[in-house]
């Protein structure tokens, strides 16, 4: 159906930089906003940026000024730059995106999706 793949997260020592992609595939009619998120073991999944299809951005108040979140619509791909990074940023990254499936274009049904999750690590 569609899938969100996700690569970019490894190792990295405090005021690295790292860069996530996600790119989507599969039967899509159109993608919507979409967006990152991460978790940490025992932690809620928290909300760390989202972009719109006409590049509107949101981030989370303890990334701003240090991620960028991005996209290329013409690759289903979104983009999430991480600069200065601390170890609190360490957690698994996910990727979410809100698509119309081929098969809901009469309706433009939009359905929610997610990635498996990249792991980020910052530590020296």
């Known amino acids: 159906q569609v899938q969100l793949v996700e690569s970019g997260g490894g190792l990295v020592q405090p005021g690295g930089s790292l860069r996530l992609s996600c790119a989507a595939s599969?039967?899509?009619?159109?993608?919507?906003?979409m967006g990152w998120y991460r978790q940490r073991p025992g932690k809620q999944r928290d909300l760390v940026a989202t972009?719109?299809?006409?590049?509107?951005?949101n981030y989370a108040d303890s990334v701003k000024g240090r991620f960028t979140i991005s996209r290329d619509n013409a690759k289903n791909t979104v983009y999430l730059q991480m600069n200065s990074l601390k170890p609190e940023d360490t957690a698994t990254y996910y990727c979410?995106?809100?698509?119309?499936?081929?098969?809901?274009?009469?309706?433009?049904?939009?359905?929610?999706?997610w990635g498996q999750g990249t792991q980020v690590t910052v530590s020296s």
């Open positions: 972009i719109t299809s006409d590049g509107t951005t």
């Open positions: 599969g039967s899509i009619f159109r993608i919507n906003a």
């Open positions: 979410n995106a809100g698509a119309i499936p081929f098969w809901e274009r009469v309706f433009l049904r939009e359905h929610n999706y």
